[in-house]
């Protein structure tokens, strides 16, 4: 398998739950990425971490709290959520933070909070 | 602030005919410029990028023209096809993060 791989592909969830969202790249990549994208706004860069440690966090609330165990591996749990974080989160990987330009997305998780 | 503008919000093209996307940016440091396509239920893929010491790049059918006094780039299909139906992005970085633009959907009428 290559790329980066995301799951769920979708996922509903009422206010009170608690979910995560897994991402995997097969790219020898050091930096990971976290994206929120809503309808008609640009895509919002949540977090990044290079080789693990967490390198830039922009302003989220707590209820998101991510997870990057290894190189390899980025989570994204999720709690007492609300509607407006309905959207589609990406996932990403670059060769560092330095070429974060160069970014390789997943498909993403369509999330909807009831 | 949205720090990259990106216009239209939509376009029709014909088959054949040439899509044109524009973006502005505010920031002087952005120095790298490249677009995303994505696709239906996929995310955003590297579509063409370019840096600001050239004023246009062509791979195939798609060209950026870079217009660094204006701050304004754009993108360009060529002979636009039913299969370059996706969402384009422009985004924008000084050498680290993207800034991205809200995007443009494209759709090539047949």
């Known amino acids: 398998e290559t790329g980066v791989t995301q799951t769920p592909r979708h996922l509903v969830m009422g206010m009170t739950n608690k979910k995560s969202l897994k991402c995997e790249q097969h790219?020898?990549?050091?930096?990971m990425y976290w994206y929120k994208q809503s309808a008609k706004k640009p895509l919002e860069l949540m977090f990044v971490y290079s080789l693990e440690e967490r390198v830039e966090n922009n302003s989220v609330p707590s209820r998101f709290s991510p997870e990057c165990p290894n190189s390899s591996h980025l989570f994204l749990h999720l709690h007492t959520l609300q509607p407006e974080d309905s959207a589609l989160y990406l996932c990403?990987?670059?060769?560092?933070?330095?070429?974060?330009?160069?970014?390789?997305f997943g498909s993403g998780t369509q999330l909807s909070v009831l | 602030q949205q720090q990259v503008k990106q216009s239209p919000q939509s376009l029709i093209v014909q088959k054949g005919g040439i899509s044109i996307i524009n973006c502005a940016y505010e920031n002087t440091a952005f120095d790298y410029f490249p677009w995303y396509q994505q696709f239906p239920g996929k995310g955003p893929a590297l579509l063409i990028a370019?840096?600001?010491?050239?004023s246009e790049k062509k791979e195939g059918r798609f060209t950026i023209s870079f217009n660094k006094s204006a701050k304004q780039f754009s993108l360009h299909i060529m002979d636009s096809q039913p299969g370059d139906s996706a969402t384009y992005f422009c985004a924008a970085t000084p050498g680290s993060t993207l800034t991205f633009g809200k995007g443009t959907m494209l759709l090539v009428s047949p």
């Open positions: 790219l020898g990549h050091n930096a």
């Open positions: 990403a990987s670059s060769q560092d933070t330095g070429s974060g330009e160069k970014l390789f």
């Open positions: 370019i840096r600001p010491d050239v």
